[in-house]
């Protein structure tokens, strides 16, 4: 069984540029949420993606948007990048959005976004 | 609002000494509840979590929580750290009903000395 997976592994950018980042969720996944981890503090959830239709957001400005695809898998879409996106980009999949065991997310590594 | 608090920010304990790291929660009803844990570079792994029914729960690598209500609690303990449990460790809630949106907190970071 493969677990979440997310490319790229770090990213540089330079500030007002636009970046992807993408994720595969867990097989048998229908649900993808994407966080943010900036440096020394606790995930914070972006948005949440449960069969191709987002399904809850945090507090995050428009520029950061996402997809889900037919196969589940998810890209985050962040534009005109400013400083303080720099931060770690977090992916989890859960295999539904009630119920006690569809509520476990399982993380990938993670992105590491850095904007310069 | 919903949060967290994880009071302590870092915590240096002796290997083989046992460990209690804290965890409360603020939350309109009885959410599930979860501990991960992060080592550098890497992402979360689910240590144990807490839906309902018995109170003291056990998870991976010989760790368990206790879910107190009274005290909106939700501690992590190991009777006996090992140095490779260094790392960070993170509390999250989350809803029971439809959606399921993480709450985190801060974190812990735990040091283990030899």
């Known amino acids: 069984e493969t677990g979440v997976t997310q490319s790229p592994t770090h990213l540089i950018k330079t500030r007002g540029q636009q970046v992807t980042l993408r994720c595969s969720s867990q097989?048998?996944?229908?649900?993808v949420s994407w966080y943010q981890q900036a440096l020394g503090q606790g995930p914070q959830f972006i948005f949440q993606?449960?069969?191709?239709?987002?399904?809850g957001r945090g507090n995050f400005p428009p520029r950061f948007s996402g997809l889900q695809f037919p196969n589940y898998s998810s890209e985050l879409n962040v534009n005109a990048l400013e400083l303080d996106d720099s931060a770690l980009y977090l992916c989890?999949?859960?295999?539904?959005?009630?119920?006690?065991?569809?509520?476990?997310?399982?993380f990938g590594a993670g992105t590491r976004l850095s904007v310069l | 609002a919903q949060s967290v608090t994880q009071p302590d920010i870092h915590i240096t304990v002796s290997e083989g000494a046992s460990l209690e790291l804290r965890c409360n929660y603020s939350?309109?009803?009885?959410?599930?509840l979860f501990w991960y844990v992060q080592s550098p570079g890497q992402g979360l792994q689910l240590l144990l979590k807490?839906?309902?029914?018995?109170?003291l729960v056990q998870g991976i690598k010989g760790f368990e929580a206790e879910f107190k209500r009274s005290q909106s609690s939700f501690n992590l303990r190991k009777p006996s750290v090992h140095w490779s449990d260094a790392a960070e460790y993170f509390c999250?809630?989350?809803?029971?009903?439809?959606?399921?949106?993480?709450?985190f907190g801060a974190g812990t970071i735990l040091r283990v000395k030899s």
């Open positions: 989890a999949s859960s295999p539904g959005t009630s119920g006690s065991h569809k509520n476990i997310q399982y």
């Open positions: 097989s048998g996944h229908n649900t």
């Open positions: 993606y449960y069969r191709e239709e987002e399904n």
């Open positions: 939350y309109g009803a009885t959410p599930y």
């Open positions: 807490y839906f309902s029914g018995d109170t």
């Open positions: 999250a809630v989350g809803p029971m009903e439809y959606g399921n949106k993480l709450v």
